[in-house]
């Protein structure tokens, strides 16, 4: 049974500091493309950062550049996303997803918003006062 589990949200300040866990599995993260997406409501979907489970590239939204940091530990199927000087505007449910299609066919879903990803978790709460 394939599963994807997103912890680590909660409820911090501007300026501080959370960091995301995606557990997967059923599966094995190799050679997969690992995403975090967030929607706020009212918002649409955005993707926030990707990662290359096979050789590490990173990509990240311009919206979080420079603060939030994404990280894979394959041997714990375990996909990380740092976030600092949190921002109200970072306030949203984060979700991550893999694909079996790697890196690049992630990079796209992420940048364009077309197409989906082959596994999604459920998402966790990240609220950012002001």
């Known amino acids: 049974d394939v599963q994807l589990q997103a912890s680590g949200g909660g409820l911090v300040q501007a300026g501080g500091s959370l960091r995301l866990s995606c557990a997967a599995s059923?599966?094995?993260?190799?050679?997969?493309?690992i995403a975090w997406f967030r929607q706020a409501p009212g918002k649409e979907r955005e993707g926030v950062a990707c990662?290359?489970?096979?050789?590490?590239?990173?990509y990240y939204a311009d919206s979080v550049k420079g603060r939030f940091t994404v990280s894979s530990d394959n041997a714990k199927n375990t996909v990380y996303l740092q976030m600092n000087n949190l921002k109200p505007e970072d306030t949203a449910v984060y979700f991550c997803?893999?694909?079996?299609?790697?890196?690049?066919?992630?990079?796209?879903?992420?940048?364009?918003?077309?197409?989906?990803?082959?596994?999604w978790g459920k998402g966790t709460q990240v609220t950012v006062s002001s």
């Open positions: 997803a893999a694909d079996r299609g790697g890196y690049l066919r992630t990079l796209i879903v992420v940048t364009s918003g077309l197409g989906g990803m082959d596994y």
């Open positions: 059923g599966f094995s993260f190799d050679d997969y493309g």
């Open positions: 990662i290359s489970t096979t050789d590490g590239s990173t």
